[in-house]
């Protein structure tokens, strides 16, 4: 199993970047994929997550209203749509994966979608954005 991101960049605030994580190895129908970041000196967060099996998508208070995390199983892509930057929002951003089986903890992966918990299985190299004038 591989996932890579792309689309990373340098933007402007309120800019928009789209970064894309491509999965190889497997299908999403039993995987959660997850977005994470991290900015130098600070833990790994949480960004988004979703399910698309389930329909079940989560985002963090700080990116509400401006990120959208979409899923395109024919492609076996995740999306993460980023609108309306702010220099806050500059990190490294990962893409992970987790496997479960039962489509309700599925759903509570999502819902918690913490780097640390439950243990994700898979992680990209990771992709930069910076956001400055």
């Known amino acids: 199993v591989q996932l890579v991101e792309s689309g990373g960049g340098s933007v402007q605030p309120g800019g928009s970047l789209r970064l894309s994580c491509a999965v190889s190895g497997v299908t999403l129908d039993d995987w959660v994929i997850g977005w994470f970041r991290q900015a130098p000196g600070k833990e790994r967060e949480g960004v988004s997550c979703?399910?698309?099996?389930?329909?079940?998508?989560y985002y963090a208070d700080s990116v509400k209203g401006r990120f959208t995390i979409s899923s395109n199983n024919a492609e076996n892509k995740v999306y993460l749509q980023m609108d309306s930057l702010e220099p806050g929002d500059s990190a490294t951003y990962y893409c992970a994966a987790s496997y479960q089986g039962y489509a309700g903890t599925r759903i509570s992966v999502v819902q918690n979608c913490a780097p640390g918990a439950p243990s994700w299985d898979y992680w990209g190299q990771g992709t930069q954005v910076t956001v400055s004038s």
């Open positions: 979703i399910s698309n099996s389930t329909s079940s998508i």
